[in-house]
């Protein structure tokens, strides 16, 4: 009889380290959920500049019409874009890679570079890619716990069991990157 009630707890021990795991996962799958939805926002909120800085560049370098659709088309890509962070990566880099094109021919307009609205445009965008980029190590972060658990022992057998996958990490390069600090000789 002692035999008996041994192994029922030993089974009650194991079924509640099954359900606390369990419970874990959802717990991380929604925390990565959560952190991604910081990221989209930001994301979004870059969306919205997009179109004022190409506007504002317009006024000044109507010629460089190529380069101009270009952004906007790489945004319109982007905004449409949904699916999971690696779905999104490709789009995000296009459109990063076609502001960044966008700022180097602003460079070529001193009075573009002299404007107070391109200058707040060029900083809000600068703030928004910094914190685009805390909001995509936050996620990374929740990922790699998350992908961490999926693939260690035991845990990994919960997760199998349970249908949990591995989660995409997103990289993405900010669009404006900060000038290097001159060098003193």
Known sequence: MTLVWAALGVLAAFALLVVASYNRFVSQRQLAANSWSTVDTELKRRYDLVPNLVATVKGYAAHERETLEAVIRARSTAVEATGTPGDQEADEARLSDSVRRLLAVAEAYPDLRADAHFLALQDELTATENRIQAARRFYNANVRDFNRRVE???????????????LDYFELEPAVRVAPVPAVA
């Open 152 to 166: 260690s022992v035991p845990s990994n057998l919960v997760a199998r069991a349970f249908g949990f996958r591995r």
